[in-house]
């Protein structure tokens, strides 16, 4: 079956360093989304790429997707201790549109 | 407008027992899906519902069952619990296929 993993699984950083978690599927997929669950708490959407070789910003978040459209990126620029959390990129099961397969997620620590 | 509520939003049950948890979506979102989360198999999904109608299942036993009100609030039924049944159950909502998902705080559900 599809499969959308992520590495790194864990990354601990100092706060204001940089941090990259990247997303790769064994499918093509229609659109990518990308989630962030806080410990404790539930995925918050994030942001969404559809086309091939996307590249979206928020603030210090840079979103890709590839132009193959298997794999996809998050890049944080000077992460903060509000940046911690799990991050889970998540695509549709090939042949549908709202079966959503996440992704194993990179759990980020940031410390002072 | 207010979020995607589910309740109970804790749970201890016995094994053999059946549970029920609830739904509620963001108003006006007619697609609520159900989501299992444990710390070795990740976010794993249960089905979706869209219009009181199962759209889309994953792979899970037949002890897994849900319906959808005409109300768009949804229910899952879990019977005959297993030890491994103990997961935080996410139910998320979207107004369209492929628009994103927007997760409830979920349902921490604990079999012993």
């Known amino acids: 079956g599809q499969q959308v993993m992520q590495i790194p699984q864990y990354q601990h950083v100092q706060e204001g360093e940089d941090f990259t978690t990247y997303c790769n599927s064994s499918t093509t997929l229609s659109n990518i989304q990308w989630y962030k669950q806080r410990p404790g708490g539930h995925p918050v959407f994030l942001i969404q790429l559809v086309k091939s070789g996307e590249v979206k910003k928020q603030k210090r978040l840079t979103f890709q997707f590839g132009e193959a459209k298997k794999n996809s990126s998050l890049h944080i620029t000077a992460t903060q201790t509000t940046d911690v959390g799990t991050y889970f990129c998540?695509?549709?099961?090939?042949?549908?549109?709202?079966?959503?397969?996440f992704g194993t997620g990179t759990r980020l620590q940031v410390t002072l | 407008k207010a979020g995607v509520t589910q309740t109970p939003r804790y749970l201890i049950k016995t094994r053999g027992q059946q549970v029920t948890l609830s739904c509620s979506p963001i108003?006006?979102?007619?697609?609520v899906s159900w989501y299992q989360q444990t710390p070795g198999q990740g976010l794993q999904f249960l089905f979706e519902?869209?219009?009181?109608?199962?759209?889309n299942k994953g792979n899970f036993p037949g002890r897994f069952s849900g319906r959808q009100f005409s109300n768009s609030r949804s229910e899952m039924n879990v019977s005959t619990l297993e030890l491994g049944d103990s997961a935080l159950y996410l139910c998320a909502s979207s107004g369209g296929q492929v628009d994103p998902q927007y997760f409830g705080p979920g349902t921490r559900l604990t079999v012993l």
């Open positions: 998540a695509g549709p099961i090939t042949g549908t549109a709202s079966k959503l397969t």
């Open positions: 108003s006006g979102h007619r697609s």
């Open positions: 519902y869209f219009s009181e109608t199962q759209r």
